[in-house]
């Protein structure tokens, strides 16, 4: 599976474009600014109908404009292609549409075109707090899992409504414990799905890990959790008159931690800058082959923005050489560098594309 070609109206700072791509690498260069991590997170917008970076889509459209507009085509692994547009208005619903029709629910689109990112961003995982990790499991399991995604979904809303019901002057305690039991219904499925899933990533990332940088430390990746010490609904009653004076609920998985060390450390304090950009890269190829493995051998699109921002230029090499391999699929790869792409490119074996982005508009070179 594949995205073939992509059309774009007024994403961010590129006003229109019109691309076909290699089924296997597509080198984007061009100067810090041009364009190109739009032209990739526009790609990940069309499998994942949202963009890696930004929360909120009011930061997607073209300073001055208020739509936007994505085409993809996907030829997938029969023969056969799917057509995917998106269409956002300042201020109107996002439609999202497969072959002309349009989805019931923007969440039945999620892990159709199954997809991974690395980009310089990716630091947060290491240096911002747990919610950043636990969205990270989340990503992954929702394109893979779609009862996984319809639960974390429930639970949000019905984890909602509780805190809301917290804040009021008066609280009843009987309804309390019934929304901590639906809570305690879906927090048990999604705590066995992550615990399962940091498993199989400790596994895959030190293998990564090792293969990038040589094996000199050893990899960690634990999950911990209130579900440890039993069913959530036990815990939110112990702890229920602390959240009637918190205001909020203080347990479930929600608050869970996904824990990343090296060598026994916390990655965080103890790992120098150019080891926590192994890691982080290690966990991406890790999350790569889970997903492959759970799509029953469908390769996700890759998507490398900015590579030698986080490796110096002997772990790039090693590492493209990994990825343009029979193992892995379509890959996309920015950078600033046009001599250096031109000399890594050479090196490496099987089809390819180049292109160069300045200021929004790309041309493609060869």
């Known amino acids: 599976m594949y995205i073939r070609k992509i059309v774009l109206s007024n994403y961010k700072n590129i006003k229109e474009l019109r691309l076909d791509f290699s089924s296997k690498i597509n080198w ?13 997170d526009a790609v990940h917008y069309l499998s994942m109908t949202k963009s890696y970076f930004n929360v909120s889509d009011r930061f997607t459209f073209l300073h001055g404009t208020d739509e936007t507009a994505l085409n993809g085509v996907y030829r997938l692994d029969d023969g056969t292609e799917d057509r995917v547009s998106v269409f956002l208005k300042m201020g109107g619903e996002k439609q999202i549409k497969r072959n002309d029709k349009s ?13 991974v ?10 240096n911002d707090a747990s919610e950043e990790r636990r969205r990270f499991l989340n990503m992954i399991l929702s394109q893979v899992d779609h009862e996984y995604l319809q639960r974390i979904q429930k639970y949000n809303h019905i984890l909602q409504q509780r805190n809301r019901l917290l804040k009021m002057p008066y609280q009843q305690d009987e309804l309390l414990d019934t929304m901590g039991e639906q809570l305690s219904l879906h927090a048990g499925y999604i705590y066995e799905k992550r615990n399962m899933l940091c498993r199989r990533l400790q596994e895959s990332a030190s293998y990564y890990y090792s293969m990038i940088s040589g094996g000199r430390e050893e990899t960690g990746i634990s999950y911990r959790s209130d579900l440890e010490n039993g069913p959530l609904y036990e815990t939110l009653a112990k702890k229920r008159e602390k959240d009637k004076v918190l205001k909020f609920t203080s347990c479930g998985i929600h608050r869970d931690e996904m824990v990343l060390s090296l060598s026994g ?28 493995e759970m799509y029953s051998g469908i390769s996700p699109i890759l998507l490398l923005d900015d590579l030698f921002d986080k490796l110096d ?10 990825v343009s391999g029979e193992k ?39």
């Open 313 to 322: 230029m002997e772990r790039v090499g090693l590492l493209l050489k990994m």
């Open 328 to 366: 892995f699929g379509q890959i996309f790869i920015s950078d600033s560098n046009k001599v250096r792409m031109d000399r890594i490119l050479s090196s490496l074996e099987g089809d390819h594309s180049c292109f160069v982005m300045e200021s929004g508009i790309c041309r493609r070179l060869m």
């Open 117 to 126: 990112m690395v980009s310089p961003y990716d630091t947060s995982l290491i």
């Open 28 to 40: 984007i260069s061009g100067n810090n600014g041009a364009g190109k991590t739009n032209l990739l």
């Open 265 to 292: 450390y916390p990655i965080r304090k103890c790992g120098s800058q150019g080891q926590q950009k192994t890691f982080l890269v290690a966990l991406k190829m890790a999350q790569y082959a889970i997903m492959k």
């Open 103 to 115: 989805y019931g629910k923007i969440s039945e689109h999620i892990g159709r075109f199954p997809v």
